[in-house]
């Protein structure tokens, strides 16, 4: 990850590219506060000089201009900030213009604005996922500075984007390694080593594990894999916690689908881990931030795939608490794996519960590529919702309407993982885990499907492929427990 440091707002500027924020007006662009001095060194024309160049501050928009041996740095870079210059406005823009700026060592950015968004945005956008590529591609970005006074306030805030980044950027590793090297048991190998050195506990069950703890959810769905399934548990034990939090996330390594074999979109299943790589990250990042607040992630990996030893549609299934559940279709395997991560997380009596998932394409025709579903206790779904959007991400709070639970009666088991039609899937989803969770416990469920991959072209600090989503919604809500 790029290293981002201070420097005196007095200092001369310095860098390979210096960054300015451009805000949209109705008279058009206008400099954002923080350009003054790089406006300066170039004589007061920098605005001008933009405008010449197209551009308008509209948000994404990066535009650069050379500054010809006038100043004592190579190139301006103006990022778009829109017209409200909001924290996400601030780190979306610094992104998308550290996106363009591969190749340079440092990037110095003249922008006044919250560090703690300034630096996200930095370390986000300069991300590249280059495991793969045979020959060496053009060096990282080495460097970011930022002016600004460096007080305690100010190297806390950097701290924080410290800390968050590093655990969205390790989700997208995590998403973006291919199934082939990413499966349960590497999975599971890679969790456990960053936590292990972040000085968490740790606790892996394989498939002995597994079978003598009854979880008839995980061993059916990771039945049918050459790679057997694992449930991986990682707890963050602060001095003095004020609250007790289980975080829950779906970890399939790939959804083939299984016997109801997948007939679309089957590529886009190795981020079908996403929730599982959010919660283990998260757990890191509010260690990282000694956040006190007990953590434990309970994450169930396995690989959805069909074969002989497959589970099939109709088996009935018996959880790790007994309960019994009819299989509609093996491409619902999510919350099978989920039931008994749920069960487990819940033994601990937590006070709060999480659960990430990319759980439903339902998710993706309801709210999009991009916005996060949350359901579950309404006043704890509130809350999650809240801290999220207040953290920069899009998360939207979603019903459970109380006719779904009927509707997964089964004939003959307790219950069946769909109901008979397609209407409301996500929310079906979450109804199907509230199952599971007793009551009085606060829970909700987090629906990424969509969020978790970027099936589109690169936006803001958002790259290609996976994204890191709902890390910092459950960051920002478990720091939220902290009075
Ligand atoms: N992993 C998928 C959901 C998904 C879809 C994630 C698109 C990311 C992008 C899930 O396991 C699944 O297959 N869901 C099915 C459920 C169906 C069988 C009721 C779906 O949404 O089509
Ligand atoms: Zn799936
Ligand atoms: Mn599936």
Redesign the pocket.
């Known amino acids: 990850m790029v290293k981002v440091s201070l420097v005196a707002p007095t200092a001369p500027l310095a860098g390979d590219a210096v960054v300015i924020g451009l805000l949209r007006s109705p008279d058009g662009p206008r400099l954002a506060p923080g350009a003054a001095p790089v406006d300066a060194a170039l004589g007061g024309k920098l605005l001008a000089a933009l405008k010449t160049a197209g551009a308008s501050g509209k948000a994404d928009e990066v535009v650069k201009v050379p500054t010809l041996g006038l100043a004592p740095f190579p190139l301006v870079v103006s990022a778009g900030l829109g017209t409200d210059g909001s924290a996400e406005a601030l780190r979306r823009g610094v992104g998308a213009a550290l996106r363009g700026l591969t190749g340079k060592r440092h990037v110095h950015l003249a922008i006044d604005g919250p560090l703690d968004a300034l630096a996200e945005g930095a370390q986000l956008g300069a991300y590249a996922f280059t495991e793969y590529k045979s020959k060496a591609t053009k060096p990282a970005l080495a460097k970011v500075t930022i002016a600004a006074a460096s007080d305690a306030t100010a190297r806390a805030h950097l701290k924080h984007a410290q800390a968050v980044s590093d655990a969205v950027l390790f989700v997208r590793d995590l998403v973006n390694t291919p199934p082939n090297d990413l499966y349960p048991a590497t999975f599971a190998e890679r969790a456990v080593a960053r936590a292990s050195a972040a000085g968490l506990e740790v606790e892996v069950l394989d498939e002995r594990g597994l079978k003598r703890g009854r979880f008839g959810g995980i061993l059916a769905v990771g039945g049918g894999s050459a790679r057997g399934p694992r449930l991986v548990r990682i707890t963050y034990r602060p001095a003095k916690p004020q609250a007790k939090v289980a975080l829950v996330g779906k970890g ?1 390594t790939f ?1 083939s ?1 299984g016997l ?1 074999i ?1 007939t679309a ?1 089957m590529h ?2 190795k ?2 881990m996403g929730g599982a790589a959010a919660v283990i990250a998260s757990v890191l990042a509010i260690a990282a931030l000694k956040i006190p607040v007990e953590v434990t992630a309970t994450v169930p990996m396995a690989e959805n795939m069909p074969s002989g030893t497959a589970y099939r549609p109709s088996d009935v299934l018996t959880m790790r608490n007994g309960r019994t559940v009819e299989v509609a ?1 093996t ?4 919350r099978l794996v989920l039931a008994d991560a749920v069960i487990r997380a819940v033994e601990d009596e937590p006070d709060y519960l999480i659960e990430a998932s ?5 998710q ?1 025709v309801a709210l999009g590529t991009r916005v996060i579903g949350a359901m579950g206790e309404p006043v704890w779904r509130d809350q999650v919702t809240a801290a999220g959007n207040a953290a920069g991400e899009a998360v939207w709070a979603m019903p459970i309407p109380a006719e779904l639970r009927p509707a997964l009666d089964s004939p003959i088991a307790d219950l069946q993982s ?1 109901t008979g039609d ?1 209407w409301g ?1 996500m929310l079906v989803g979450a109804a199907f885990i509230g199952d599971f969770v007793p009551e009085g416990i606060p829970w909700v469920h987090l629906d990424i ?2 969020p978790a ?1 970027n099936l589109g072209g690169p936006h803001g600090y958002t790259p290609k492929g996976g994204t890191g989503a709902a890390v910092r919604t459950i960051t920002a809500a478990v720091a939220g427990l902290v009075s």
């Not at 491409?331 to 999510?334: F, K, L, S, V």
């Not at 990319?358 to 339902?362: D, H, I, R, S, V």
């Open positions: 399939i959804d689908g109801n997948k979109n886009w299943m981020s079908d279709d491409d619902a395997e999510g990319t759980l439903t394409g339902a993706l769909l397609r899937g499907a969509g991959w």
